[in-house]
């Protein structure tokens, strides 16, 4: 008998059909001994429907009062999935993050969680009642209500199993696990076996929305069995999250092609060059609480410089009204913008021990006359930026050219792992 936390995406609850469909599911495991708890997003939409409702009040709601009403979404499928459950002859209870006690600090809207108290899951689990945590959400220690960015179900399901020391969290969804790249934009794309957890941290933090960055970061730190599955298909074995065995490994180069195309550049022109000023600007950005990409700062010509960094569209036209008011304060000449950008990026642990991954990436994008507007490099992933016109065309490109499409050396078997190693309802 095996603990198992499952999560289904916003698709696979999309209607009460589906519902019940991933009642039935939830039904098979329980019915073979294991304990589940199982945690929905909302259905899918009804997020962005919950926030367009207080927008159209006023632009920029309180963030508390958006977390109050973004987090009944997750109210609502909860109920839905244990109604659903009861139909199937199961004993089923549902709860809200906060009455499971997910204690979140207090930044309203990605809130991160300090602490799950396990108590009230226990005890329903010994009862033989299968648990259904609405996910995303929960509350600080003033029991004002808290949600956890968005994707954030996949973090309250990783991190529930990292509370309850869970044998295996599972996370179903629209897709039959993590690919080359997004099928949606490459058919060709591949379905990997196995991805390590230092690459889903780079394609998760890069735009590859199939697996919240945090819950990620979560299964890493705290060990959690981690496999992204499909809620359509009952055969898949879908993808593990593996730690890498370095020893037993040979990695291909290039994992995945991932992207991101929320993202907005903005400059600072004619920064007088002293030290200082790159915190005298990004400051004021992070007061703001807007998170900060990429950064670029060129080689200083006649005293001065240009200093470049990328945002979340969504933080363009804050972060453009607070470096008009830095520029007047630190000296420098204008401030320019351009929200119309996307960042495009090659990832793999392989990239390490093999040099000239860079130039092939920059010749591929070259040949079809893609321009890179900024460039960026760690030890496993190579970013670029670029005309978001050019999206498509720049990751099929790239996962053409790193051969992506082609089965590679099933890193299965190179991890020492075992294709056995899966958890199954019998
Ligand atoms: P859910 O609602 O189940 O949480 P999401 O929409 O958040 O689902 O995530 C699944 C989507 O992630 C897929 O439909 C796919 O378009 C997208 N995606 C992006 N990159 C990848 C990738 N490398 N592998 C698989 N899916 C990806
Ligand atoms: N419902 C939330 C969202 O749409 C959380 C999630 O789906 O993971 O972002
Ligand atoms: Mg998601």
Known sequence: MALIVQKFGGTSVGSTERIKHVAQRVARWHARGHQVVVVPSAMAGETNRLIALAK??????????????????????????AIALHGEGI????????????????????????????????????DGSVVVVAGFQGADEEGNITTLGRGGSDTSAVALAAALKADECQIYTDVDGVYTSDPRVVPEARKLDTITFEEMLEMASLGSKVLQIRSVEFAGKYKVKLRVLSSFEEDSEGTLITIEDKKKMEQPVISGIAFNRDEAKLTVLGVPDRPGTASQILGPVAEANIDVDMIIQNIGHDGTTDFSFTVNRSDYSKALKILQEVKDKIGARDVVGNPTICKVSAVGVGMRSHPGVASRMFAALGKEGINLAMISTSEIKISVVIDEKCLELAVRTLHKAFGLEKPQKSKLSLTGRDETDIITPS
Request: glycine fraction near 4%; proline fraction near 6%; hydrophobic fraction near 35%.
């Open 91 to 126: 004993q089923a209870k549902s709860f809200t993050g906060p009455q499971v006690g997910v204690l979140t600090d207090s930044t309203f809207t990605k809130a991160r969680i300090l602490k799950i108290n396990q108590e009230k899951i226990r005890k329903s689990l010994s």
């Open 56 to 81: 159209e009040i006023t632009p920029s709601p309180d963030p508390r009062e958006l977390d109050v009403i973004a987090s009944t979404g997750e109210q609502v499928t909860i109920a839905l999935l």
